[in-house]
């Protein structure tokens, strides 16, 4: 009897161990990618750095090193060998317009840090290039190269006289337009500022438009031209998301579609039904500014239960309470220099401002508010602490964006508050126009990233695509990690460093910015952000090391490859 029982348990036990390694070589638990020979910074905590990650389906089911990860491997796997590269969470752009972008992807794009002349010959050279556009239109000039007074449609009708022409500044805040496109607009002596001081047509000393449109009547010209439609926004994000997938980009947070939300529904679904959505899009729906403040929340809730879709949802609110430093918009607490009695204006009052932030914690919508003045910033940051103080269960996340000038003792009020710091890199490339606008202390103040850090405040890094000042490169998280790190311009260690010196950020920082910080933002970071077992594969490989290469060669590091949602959507061709 005890051999027999022993045999019989001998032969279970077998059975079980036959089944059970069967199981284990199937080809539906094989992985279907593996990736060796990996420098993997994980952005895990309990496993910094791995040489082996395994991708099943759309997560990741291994990291660690190569034997460990042997059982998983099968005849369907493909191993990509990466001889070393770095391996990385995909990047997440925190900040960005990808769906507005789209409408501006085939548009005359100037280079921002060109000259006049050099502008009004990019125009002259894109009439001549398309001669059948019926209108010409684009972005990127820098509005403060021209000066106080702004641009003039005489300088446009010196080349374009023939059919109108408008164009966007670097940041999306400005306008200008030559003479044929004013006289459309029907923009007479006469005709009355939106919002006299903030959004305003420029006037010469005779009351007449000079060309030069201020924040709202900017895009009301755009509105009114018809400068965009649908297939022209589709067809534009397509190529927008192929060029943030290059750059390494599997997520983006949309920070509010300027004048396109009726179609927003219909352009997402058109872009999901041919899997052309590669990045992961959350984003917010935005008022326009006071009109529409009392049905922000009500729109944001229906935004939230019905604009979702495969690889979107947008889900937050999203409010703009000043304009910019270059257009003498953003909100400050002393005067512009050279403008007596202009220190920037705010969109909304410290009453509304702080209103419709409680009523987004009562909601538990996340918040991103843009501020780049220090008055802007700090309304903001008293509007945040109104909602916690009112809502101190709520699940709400705030963010300011862009965060420009701050003053000292609102550092600290970030941390105290939980507040995420959202900003570009790209901007502390030491800023030559902005500083003639600014005091002396004012400029010292800006872009105070490592400080921000120092105090435990979550930084997040984004493009502000299309309004980032360096056309699509502006994308780029590479191109923008060189400059955060340095606060020069890209590849030139002898360039003047953008005040001060000491908020020069370490690489990790900044990749932390780019990934699990970042994720944190969407409220996404259980899913994505790091690379660990259970998290969505979203990676992207570098051609080299981020913590070996030289500062000043980082712009020109490359993206490999590109995988989202556990697909491959970049390859470079090598």
Sequence with gaps: MYNQKRVTNFLVLLAVALVTTACSKSPGNHADHQFINARAYTLDETQ????????????????????????????????????????????????????????????????????????????????????????????????????????????????????????????????????????????????????????????????????????????????????????????????????????????????????????????????????????????????????DLDTAIAGAIDWRQNMIGENYHYRGLKLMDDGTVEGRTAAMFEDYQGEPGNSGETVFTQEQLSGTAIDAAAENLDLHIHALGERAVHEALNAIEAAREAHPDSTTRYTICHIQVILDQDLTRFAELDVIAQSTPLWAAYDTYGEQFVSEDQFNRFWRFKSLNDLGVKLTFGSDFPASGAGTLGMSPLFNIEIGHTRQEPGSPDAPVQPRESERLDIDTLIRGYTINAAYQLHLEEQIGSIEVGKIADMVVLNGNLFEVEPYEIAKMTVSMTMQNGKLVYQDSE
Excluded: C
Aim: net charge negative; aromatic share 8%.
């Design 48 to 291: 910094p750095w791995a040489d082996t990650v395994q991708v099943t389906g759309n997560k990741i089911t291994y990291v660690g090193d190569r034997a460990g990860g042997e059982a998983l491997v099968g005849p369907q796997t493909t191993i990509h060998d990466l001889g070393g590269k770095m391996l990385l969470p995909g990047f997440i752009d925190t900040h960005m317009h990808p769906i507005t972008g789209g409408a501006y992807a085939k548009a005359l794009s100037l280079d921002t840090f060109g000259t006049i002349d050099d502008w009004v010959a990019a125009i002259s050279d894109y009439a001549i290039a398309n001669p059948d556009a019926p209108i010409i239109f684009g972005y990127g000039f820098l509005a403060s190269g021209f000066g106080p007074e702004g641009p003039t449609r005489q300088m446009i009708d010196a080349v374009v006289d023939d059919r109108p022409v408008l164009l966007m500044d670097e940041g999306f805040h400005g306008a200008w337009a030559n003479s044929m496109t004013m006289e459309l607009l029907g923009v007479s002596k006469d005709t009355a500022d939106p919002v006299p001081g903030f959004s305003y047509y420029k006037r010469d000393q005779d009351g007449v438009a000079t060309g030069y449109l201020l924040e709202g009547t900017a895009g009301m010209a755009m509105g009114a031209l018809n400068v965009i439609t649908e297939d022209v926004v589709v067809a534009g994000t397509r190529v927008v998301i192929d060029i943030l997938n290059s750059y390494g980009v599997t997520s983006a947070f949309d920070a509010g579609v300027l004048g396109y939300g009726d179609m927003l529904k219909s352009i997402l679904t058109r872009l999901s039904a041919d899997d052309g959505l590669t990045v992961r899009l959350i984003g917010a729906y935005r008022p326009l500014g006071t009109d």
